[in-house]
């Protein structure tokens, strides 16, 4: 099978899911959206109090188990770390406030898009100016620098927290929070989102599709092979939709659900994942699989995602149906002038090592 078609039919499968999802009890335009679910997480561990958005989401249980057990049938499993974590922490915590401004992380873009949310469209528009920015960014040296083995324990860890998530969402202690209103109370039934998540967190392991490494190569080496796997998310969602979800589809602006229609915001949001995503190597879904994979890097920056949709609505920096909170632009606005520094650090540190290695060959 044709290298096009196969990224196609992966991407495919997943917006399938995504439709079944969201016909089953999932918010609108919301059968996955990897920053909404770690924020309703976030929630439900009590690290937010925002009553409408807890609730421990299968889908990224079974996204996290479905990864772990490909990739050590297929020996990819690989306990590693070390590698500028303290960065990636803080790229994730800036990606999640981007994130939650457009209310969706860029996968949700695509379904949101697919469902006739026209919003997405601006949020695609600041999403790969984002990736552009990051982009220039490698083409300058920009690198968090390799990462080392680690004890093999770390890289089980991703996979433990996701059994014991899965553990309190079975036995709902009192001290899980879960929302009776809202979009944190829609969901699909436990076990349909659990093996939902399962395979596609298999064909992702496999696939390795990303939404920044799709645009990152188009505009870096003119690839378009991984663009082929969202487009494929993208068509079989819209048919999908279209045929499970048709009482739902508005191709409009106005009247979305979980979005709002305030452009410049999206734009900026997504423009702040997009440069994160870039600069970690990976958008949200992919650091996921990359966790579960035993990459303790990619753990430390889903903490940073957890950690920052918790403070997103601690300190009500996300957005809503109403538009883009004060506290939410300004932390944007911050988010990417950190950012653009940590980016511009980073460089000028890679290139002054390298003029001192260059001088050191040449003083031999």
């Known amino acids: 099978m044709g290298g096009k078609r196969k990224m196609f039919i992966y991407g495919g499968v997943i917006g399938l899911i995504a439709a079944v999802l969201m016909k089953f009890g999932n918010p ?8 909404c679910f770690y924020r309703d997480i976030a929630g439900a561990l009590g690290l937010h109090r925002a009553e409408v958005v807890q609730y421990i989401r299968p889908e990224i249980i079974g996204l996290i188990f479905g990864a772990f057990i490909v990739a050590v049938a297929n020996g990819d ?35 949101r898009l697919a469902n006739g949310d026209l919003n997405a469209l601006t949020g695609l528009l600041g999403y790969v ?24 324990v770390s890289g089980y860890i ?10 309190f969402l079975i036995i709902k202690p009192a001290f899980i929070f879960f929302s009776v209103e809202g979009p ?11 093996v939902a998540g399962v395979i596609v967190g298999a064909i992702l392991q ?25 487009l494929g998310i993208f068509v079989i969602n819209l048919v999908a939709n279209l045929v499970l979800n048709f ?16 452009h410049l915001w999206n734009i900026l949001g997504m423009m702040l994942t997009g440069i994160c995503s870039v600069l970690l190597g990976g958008c949200p879904i992919r650091q996921t699989i990359l966790a579960s994979e035993g990459d303790g890097d990619a753990g430390v920056t889903i903490l940073g995602v957890i950690v920052g949709a918790a403070f997103a609505h601690n300190f009500g ?22 950012v653009l520094a940590i980016a511009y650090g980073v460089v000028k540190d890679v290139n002054k090592s390298r003029e001192l290695k260059k001088e050191s060959v040449n003083n031999a």
């Open 247 to 262: 009482d739902s589809f508005n191709l409009a602006f106005e009247g979305q659900p979980v979005a709002h229609t305030d």
């Open 184 to 194: 944190g109370s829609m969901a699909a039934p436990i076990v349909l989102s659990l």
């Open 317 to 338: 920096l996300a957005a809503s149906p109403e538009g883009a909170p004060t506290n939410g632009k300004i932390a944007v606005i911050i988010g990417l002038v950190v």
């Open 206 to 230: 496999r696939s390795r599709i990303c939404t920044a490494g799709a645009f990152r190569d188009v505009l870096l080496i003119k690839d378009y092979h991984f663009l082929w796997g969202l």
């Open 129 to 152: 100016i984002g990736v552009f920015i990051g982009v220039q960014f490698l083409k300058k040296g920009y690198t968090l620098g390799r990462n080392t083995k680690e004890s093999t």
């Open 77 to 111: 499993f690989k306990s590693r770390g070390g590698s500028s974590s303290l960065i990636r922490f803080f790229l994730g915590f800036f990606l999640v406030i981007g994130a939650l401004l457009f209310l969706g992380c860029p996968l949700r873009m695509i379904l």
């Open 28 to 35: 609108g335009n919301m059968g996955f959206c990897i920053a």
């Open 158 to 167: 991703m996979p433990a927290i996701a059994v014991a998530l899965l553990a």
